[in-house]
């Protein structure tokens, strides 16, 4: 099984919807990271959090919001979703420590009509 | 913020040739790390380079770190079809608490 899972894989939905993208581990890690990624850009940090009690904001915090429900759960959530944050979601963990090297999901394929 | 600049974009290769990519950033980097995105899935960790002018070998993949701790390269020698993707540098900020990744370079490979 994976350790980083991500649901669902691919979602398309109208302008103005509310949705949310899920994010589960198994690997025990405290960080877990939301990033949005866009051709050519590379991958944005959009929010994280370190802990249960502590969420940060990225690059691209607008118009998204977060949930750290668990230690093992990170929910990323479009209030009021537009045509440009159609983009590929990457969720992402790491351990407290060194090296601090990055756990991606698969993805989630997000369209905004 | 910090910015990391990647270049090239985009690279063809013949299989058998080298590439390379390279990593520049106008300030002291803390560290670096390598990433590779295959076509349809996800980053995977490669390596992370933290000494000045730290050489790393992977097979046929070399990282470097600049002596100034600028920039960063990766190379690949004599380049296979399953060297395909995407190849991200990432910089950990000065707290310790965020990657910023670069743009990326999309490599492909004739065969």
Redesign the interface.
């Known amino acids: 099984d994976a350790d980083v899972t991500q649901t669902p894989r691919n979602r398309i939905t109208k302008t103005g919807k509310r949705i949310m993208l899920e994010c589960s581990q198994t690997k025990g890690h405290d960080r877990m990271y939301w990033y949005r990624q866009d051709p050519g850009l590379g991958l944005r940090l959009i929010y994280y959090s370190f802990d249960v009690k502590d969420i940060n904001k990225g690059e691209i915090s607008d118009g998204y919001s977060v949930s750290r429900q668990a230690q093992a759960k990170f929910s990323l959530s479009l209030e009021s979703a537009i045509p440009n944050q159609t983009a590929l979601y990457f969720c992402a963990t790491s351990s407290r420590g060194l090296p601090w090297e990055q756990y991606f999901g698969p993805g989630t394929r997000l369209t905004v009509t | 913020?910090q910015q990391v600049m990647?270049i090239p974009?985009y690279q063809h290769v013949q299989e058998g040739e080298d590439f390379t990519t390279y990593c520049n950033s106008s300030t002291t980097l803390s560290n670096i790390?390598w990433y590779k995105q295959r076509p349809g899935?996800?980053?995977?960790?490669l390596i992370?380079l933290v000494k000045s002018g730290e050489v790393k070998k992977q097979k046929r993949l070399t990282f470097q770190f600049g002596e100034a701790k600028k920039n960063s390269s990766l190379h690949i020698t004599a380049t296979q079809t399953t060297d395909v993707g995407t190849y991200?540098c990432?910089e950990?900020d000065n707290a310790?608490?965020?990657?910023?990744?670069?743009?990326?370079t999309r490599l492909m490979v004739k065969p």
């Open positions: 913020g990647q974009q790390q899935g996800h980053p995977v960790f992370q991200f990432a950990k310790g608490n965020m990657l910023t990744f670069g743009g990326g």
